[in-house]
């Protein structure tokens, strides 16, 4: 069960449970990049593909990649007014967060996944 957090804890949550957090959310992203379905191939009627659809690791039933949808997660949390950041990012960061996104905008152009969006 999820509790809301009605505002920030002070003080703001220690660096051992980010870490934490961050481990178990890549730990739960590697787990779901192992895993084969049905991708879904795309059609004029817009219906879900036929069992002829390719086997593909790392996309949701939708047809999505697991890693775009999470980027795209992160992103539109970011972007709402219920989620703060706990500090700036560094230069360093905002570096990184703009070649992973490059990455997966070429990724999904690659695999003709829908794009993502641009991250803030």
Do not use: I
């Not at 709402?80 to 999904?108: F, G, I, Q, Y």
Request: with cysteine; hydrophobic share 40%; charged share 20%.
């Amino acid at each position: 069960m999820f509790v809301q957090l009605r505002f920030v804890p002070q003080p703001p949550f220690d660096e051992e449970l980010q870490k934490e957090c961050r481990a178990r959310l890549l730990a739960s992203l590697a787990d779901l990049l192992t895993h084969t379905v049905n991708k879904k191939a795309p059609s004029a009627n817009s219906e879900p593909a036929s069992t002829a659809a390719s086997r593909q690791p790392g996309y949701a039933l939708d047809g999505d990649l697991w890693l775009v949808k999470v980027w795209k997660t992160y992103a539109e949390l970011e972007g709402t007014k219920h989620v703060s950041l706990a500090r700036e990012p560094s230069d360093v960061e905002v570096e990184l967060r703009t070649k992973v996104n490059a990455a997966l905008v070429t990724l999904s152009q690659v695999s003709s996944a829908p794009c993502v969006p641009n991250c803030p």
